[in-house]
């Protein structure tokens, strides 16, 4: 995926000192472009431009955007005629109690998690076209789904999960990084408080009340608002964001 060995570090937003990055974070192409990019590895403004749709001067634009707020660097080129662009991290990440309280941070963090939501719709209809058209194998059907539940937690108890999600997507990635059955996965974390009141069907989901729409059996869950909320950020398209602490 990568243009090296390893994984990249994640990048930690501050509020404060970084509210320029993390505001060139909510146009919709750049967060496509970091995404593409952390995904499939390095890629040209020309590429990149085919891949979205765009045209290659906008894209190269909002490239050079990225790479002024070192979001992506130049990677190796294979000749002199081409300029590469490669991800310089795995994530982005930032602390959600900080950027709440910082000018125009909520907005920024309400826009980039309407991104991944696009996010998992795209994945979604990836994923389907993928088993329809036999790119996936029956062995990915047991495992693979969609799901929801709503549960009562402390603030510290969410916490707890949200840490547990990511420390085990982290550990199981490096244990099949290996493994030539392994595929690429999107995984998304949601964790959600609702105040007491009027739900607005909130607390209904689709399924049973602890949902699992797709899933024939108790126990599927999946989730995310940004690559890791709480997090981390960097979908993908946008693979990758992870808001709040860790």
Do not use: C
């Not at 994984?7 to 937003?13: A, E, F, I, K, S």
């Not at 990635?173 to 392994?182: I, L, M, N, Q, Y």
């Not at 069907?201 to 009340?209: C, E, F, V």
Request: net charge negative.
């Amino acid at each position: 995926m990568a243009d090296g060995p390893g994984r990249r570090p994640d990048r930690v937003l501050d509020p404060e000192r970084d509210a320029a990055a993390l505001k060139a974070l909510t146009h919709p192409l750049r967060i496509r472009l970091l995404g593409l990019l952390r995904e499939d590895g390095p890629a040209t403004a020309t590429e990149l431009a085919a891949r979205t749709g765009e045209s290659s001067a906008s894209t190269s634009y909002h490239l050079r955007v990225l790479a002024r707020y070192e979001f992506v660097a130049e990677a190796e080129h294979r000749d002199a005629r081409e300029r590469r662009w490669r991800a310089v991290h795995s994530a982005t990440s930032w602390d959600n109690a900080a950027v709440y309280a910082s000018p125009g941070g909520r907005a920024s963090v309400n826009a980039l998690r309407g991104f991944q939501l696009d996010h998992l719709e795209r994945s979604l209809r990836r994923h389907e076209e993928d088993v329809a058209a036999g790119r996936l194998g029956p062995q990915w059907f047991e495992s693979s789904g969609v799901g929801d539940l709503l549960v009562r937690l402390t603030p510290e108890s969410l916490a707890e999960l949200q840490e547990t999600f990511h420390r085990k997507a982290d550990e199981l990635a490096a244990r099949d990084e290996h493994d030539p059955r392994a595929e690429k996965v999107v995984l998304l974390w949601a964790g959600l408080p609702l105040a007491p009141g009027d739900d607005g069907g909130a607390g209904t989901p689709g399924a049973d009340a602890g949902g699992r729409p797709d899933d024939g059996r108790t126990g599927r869950r999946t989730g995310a608002d940004d690559g890791r909320t709480g997090p981390r950020t960097g979908t993908g398209g946008d693979a990758g964001h992870r808001g709040g602490a860790r």
